[in-house]
């Protein structure tokens, strides 16, 4: 895999081309801790993610330094005449109010920013940075035709996420729920719960037939995740 030739640092590039990509943003040992979305159109550069409190979408074209710690790939899938379009898409779902409860929920749901109601396929919009980046991208691909094999994930991917975050989770979703009259067992099955990690989602970038499966991820992200850990010695 060719990540030298695909992986970009933001500072580093020089933006003349539209595209949208995955992003991912590392921490100081370089480990990948958060997903995004970067859309460059006609020199701009738009960065649109799920901060875990709030949705953002920013144009940061004379910001750049401030975001010298994300690394993305282009999405092959989105060609370039429909950057304008999918730029169109985030527009409209922010200006919608898209405001995702932050938890480890992944299912069938996506965001259609041509309806109303732009979630789909699910009451709840409960999602991670990553989730977010994933019903995004869903919403707007043809026939909201899947990205990545959900089912391919378990509850054991859960396993390493630290009690204090689900704690953390479990308060903010129990004041959510008490306020719909519902108990938190409501507001999703358990099968439901789990973990795509922002490097897993990175590692879709290099694919294109959809929906993705697991094992192709897992084929890429060992070898991306030590790339990346070269480059802070580059």
């Not at 965001?111 to 990553?130: A, E, G, Q, R, W």
């Amino acid at each position: 895999m060719k990540f030298k030739e695909n992986i970009f640092e933001l500072t580093a590039y020089d933006f003349q081309d539209d595209f949208v990509a995955i992003t991912a943003e590392v921490d100081e040992e370089m480990f990948c801790k958060h997903s995004g979305l970067i859309i460059s159109f006609e020199e701009k550069i738009f960065y649109f993610h799920f901060t875990g409190v709030k949705v953002e979408l920013v144009e940061i074209t004379d910001d750049l330094v401030k975001y010298n710690k994300l690394y993305f790939k282009k999405l092959d899938i989105i060609l370039e005449d429909d950057v304008v379009s999918f730029l169109g898409h985030c527009e409209k779902l922010q200006r919608k109010g898209v405001h995702p409860l932050y938890g480890f929920v992944f299912n069938d749901s996506y965001y259609d920013s041509s309806k109303l109601s732009y979630l789909t396929n699910s009451n709840h919009d409960i999602t991670t940075c990553v989730g977010f980046c994933i019903k995004i991208i869903r919403g707007f691909i043809y026939n909201n035709s899947e990205y990545i094999k959900i089912n391919d994930w378990t509850s054991s991917s859960v396993a390493t996420v630290p009690q204090w975050l689900l704690d953390y989770i479990e308060k903010f979703l129990t004041i959510y729920a008490t306020q719909n009259n519902l108990t938190v067992d409501q507001l999703f099955s358990q099968d439901e719960l789990k973990r795509i990690l922002p490097s897993e989602l990175l590692s879709s970038a290099f694919f294109q037939n959809l929906p993705i499966p697991k094992s192709q991820i897992d084929s890429v992200r060992p070898s991306l995740e030590l790339f990346i850990k070269t480059l802070r010695v580059a």
